[in-house]
């Protein structure tokens, strides 16, 4: 059966005539059976868990196009509503031979191992082993954890997060919020700018922040990347993945370390350690290359039309793993159909009101990205290039992953305290009586793991945002616990799938903060900036 098709803007103005002049002055008016039906579609079987380069990018861009046109949206790019992006994709064998001090770890259950080189594969032997604690180098803290060593044809073995998660009081770093030293892939970029012939990251589900099962889910399997340059390519470490927890206190073990006491000692100070055994990883890899898209719908302003405000959700999840027994397909419903379907759905109602007479000043860019599983890839080639001036994008909305257990009074932004436009949100939430507050669990480092980290990357202001603590009445905190249980480990695994009995009323509130925000920097001349103490202030301070 074919997937129902979005509704016409014919379609749209028949059923929203009467309402339209109202929905100015009251706030949006969200039709939540067609966002189901979004979510539903994207998310479905058919889509086979939108992997980028494969049959469900072709089946999400049809679809997401469609949509589009059919709000009467621009394609941004010369016309078009894709923004190529230049993809590697590489295959590392599940065949792989590794030896780490002696010890053999099996793939999977005790490491996951890749290689962003094309060059047939990985041959390392007697590679020697260094342990650097956060692996960080980082001078506003004083802080360098290879300090003095050359670690040319050497293997860093690091651990996850940074040294503020495991002491929180001692005013190093930010304490339990991860700064962007403890995200893998900036460990990855630091061991190779040291000239480490490898990196591995020591999983550890509390400072990660996701189990084992996430690694190997996400890691596993093809992996896609930016094409890179001759330069960037020859600087990247020749293997890097990850160690469970388990076999790294083996392999301490087994070389008269106490893993744990060094743990310690790494969260106090810069830590080096030469193990004396030495590493032997042999595996095949594959290169092939081929082009990814972003989809890029923009609705026109009118006097500050040149200006921007991006909506961003990306539209890839993990694809399908044939390897499995069973379900086999990661739908990705909540990370990011429903992300995606926001967007789009937000978009319907800014387009009805344009159509209605009740256009922005500044235009509103929609963008679906893909590859952000695989490391903000879309996101990232757009900021390096923009189809709009990043000097005239004012702000970015980024959704994913949307509220599905009901509404809340509280409305989370991830990172709070970055950027005056989150003075926008907050308005918008207060109208709803709800509370804006700083996310749970700021040592997950949820600020650095979503697109609009490409953006603040550039300085300009980006948020990430939705979803609360406190259900809004007691019924609800019931069906969020049951919701919870019925979803339990289901982030980056195949039960992540559409649910008919999710409670899409807290997806809806937020996507009105969403809405409220953009409309009211729309119209008006305030360009927001980074506060003094976040990282991004000196690219675009705050006024």
Request: with cysteine; glycine share 10%; charged share 20%.
């Amino acid at each position: 059966m074919k997937p129902l098709l979005p509704l016409t803007l014919l379609a749209l103005l028949s059923a929203c005539s009467n309402a339209g002049n109202q929905e100015a002055s009251t706030g949006p008016q969200f039709n939540e059976a067609r966002y189901r039906n979004d979510i539903k579609v994207l998310a479905s079987d058919e889509f086979e868990g939108r992997a980028p380069t494969t049959k469900g990018e072709k089946l999400t861009l049809d679809y997401l196009v469609t949509a589009f046109k059919a709000m009467g949206l621009k394609g941004a790019n010369q016309g078009s509503f894709l923004q190529s992006v230049p993809m590697v994709t590489y295959s590392a064998s599940e065949n792989q031979s590794v030896s780490l001090a002696g010890l053999q770890a099996s793939y999977r259950q005790d490491i996951v191992l890749g290689s962003r080189h094309d060059n047939g594969g990985v041959d390392i032997k007697d590679a020697p082993l260094v342990f650097v604690g956060y692996g960080v180098k980082a001078p506003e803290y004083n802080w360098d954890d290879y300090a003095g060593l050359d670690m040319k044809g050497k293997i860093a073995v690091i651990l996850v997060n940074d040294p503020g998660f495991a002491a929180p009081d001692s005013g190093k770093f930010n304490g339990k919020a991860m700064t962007y030293y403890g995200r893998w892939s900036y460990k990855f970029e630091e061991a190779s700018r040291q000239g480490a012939l490898g990196a591995i990251i020591i999983h550890d589900t509390e400072p990660a922040s996701y189990p084992w099962s996430v690694v190997e889910n996400s890691w596993t399997g093809p992996q896609q990347d930016l094409v890179l340059s001759k330069a960037e390519r020859d600087a990247r470490v020749q293997v890097e993945g990850w160690m469970t927890l388990d076999f790294a206190n083996k392999l301490f073990t087994q070389q008269g370390q106490d893993l744990t006491a060094l743990m310690q000692q790494a969260a106090k100070a810069p830590t080096q350690v030469a193990l004396a055994g030495k590493a032997n990883i042999q595996f095949a890899n594959e290169a092939s290359y081929s082009d990814s898209y972003n989809l890029v719908a923009t609705l026109p302003g009118t006097d500050a039309a040149k200006e921007h405000i991006l909506f961003t959700a990306h539209w890839d999840h993990i694809g399908k793993d044939e390897t499995k027994e069973g379900d086999q397909i990661y739908n990705g419903a909540l990370d990011n159909a429903s992300g995606t379907a926001a967007i789009v759905e937000i978009a319907r109602q800014f387009a009805r009101e344009a159509a209605m007479g009740h256009k922005l000043r500044r235009s509103l860019t929609f963008v679906a990205t893909t590859g952000e599983e695989q490391g903000l890839l879309g996101s990232r080639y757009y900021a390096a290039n923009p189809l709009f001036p990043l000097k005239d994008t004012i702000a970015v909305l980024n959704m994913d992953s949307t509220n599905v257990y009901g509404r809340t009074k509280d409305f989370t932004i991830v990172g709070k305290g970055q950027s005056q436009l989150e003075s926008y949100l907050i308005e918008a939430a207060t109208r709803q009586g709800r509370k804006a507050v700083g996310d749970r669990n700021p040592a997950s480092g949820g600020f650095f793991r979503s697109d609009h980290f490409s953006f603040a990357k550039y300085g300009v202001p980006a948020v990430f945002a939705g979803g609360g603590d406190e259900p809004v009445d007691q019924a609800t905190s019931d069906y969020k616990e049951q919701m919870k249980l019925k979803m339990k480990g289901c982030y980056h695994n195949v039960c992540d799938h559409y649910r008919e009995d999710w409670d899409l009323s807290g997806a809806l509130e937020d996507m009105a903060v969403f809405y409220g925000t953009a409309k009211a920097l729309a119209d008006s001349s305030d360009r927001p900036g980074y506060l003094k103490g976040s990282e991004f202030h000196s690219l675009r301070p705050a006024s």
